[in-house]
């Protein structure tokens, strides 16, 4: 089955250290994107990558950081610079058409920070 | 700035009933949009997406409505059912047109 793997589903972190998240598609798309939820929010753009080894701050990018070296692979890293990195974190990708196409989202990682 | 909103963050409904979420968007050169479902503790589902160039577009059980002219767009979910119960978000291409903005959601209660 095609499809979006993010792991770990909980993530627990003392504060002060960075951890990476993982998120893996065999899904052959260009596009992948990181999303933060916050407990009854919407979804605010992280990072995205339009093609292997290019990508560009979204929204809320401070505090965070990626990398693009596979078109299967787009790890998020949350430094210790992230003030409130508590969250939920989504991952997704798109079809190589561009933006104007269901984006296809992960289960998710939920980080807790303390 | 950009921004996606939902009028109403809850919503109750009977089994059976219609639904309507309701989502009203600020980019006006916006030319798409999607709905999505979102169940606890997962990733948000793909419902349906219309572009600008539409004003409705049909699934299965779902519409989606567009009105360009005051930048609203609806989901329309007939004979609602208890699974149907979600968080739905609405979304709108961003301003470079790279990306998808997110409103805030509307949690759908359905009681049998």
């Known amino acids: 089955d095609g499809g979006i793997t993010q792991s770990p589903k909980y993530l627990f972190r003392k504060e002060g250290q960075n951890v990476t998240l993982s998120c893996e598609q065999n899904l052959n798309h260009d596009a992948m994107y990181w999303y933060r939820q916050d407990p009854g929010q919407g979804l605010r753009l992280i990072y995205y990558s339009q093609i292997v080894n290019d990508f560009q701050k979204g929204d809320i990018a401070e505090g965070y950081s990626v990398s693009r070296e596979k078109k299967e692979s787009f790890p998020l890293t949350v430094t210790s610079a992230q003030k409130n990195p508590t969250a939920f974190y989504l991952c997704a990708s798109s079809i190589p058409t561009g933006i104007n196409s269901p984006l296809h989202f992960g289960n998710g990682t939920r980080l807790t920070v303390t | ?112």
């Open chain 2, 1 to 112: 700035g950009e921004s996606v909103g939902l009028h109403l963050p809850t919503l109750s409904v009977q089994e059976g009933d219609n639904s309507i979420i309701n989502c009203a968007y600020s980019n006006s050169a916006s030319d798409y949009f999607i709905w999505y479902k979102q169940e606890s503790g997962k990733g948000p589902q793909f419902i349906i997406d219309i572009r600008s160039n539409m004003d409705k577009r049909q699934g299965q059980r779902v519409t989606v409505l567009l009105n360009k002219t005051v930048k609203h767009l609806s989901l329309q979910i007939a004979a609602t059912q208890p699974g149907d119960s979600a968080v739905y978000f609405c979304a709108e291409t961003n301003q470079a047109g790279t990306a998808l903005i997110f409103g805030k959601g509307t949690t759908l209660s359905v009681s049998s």
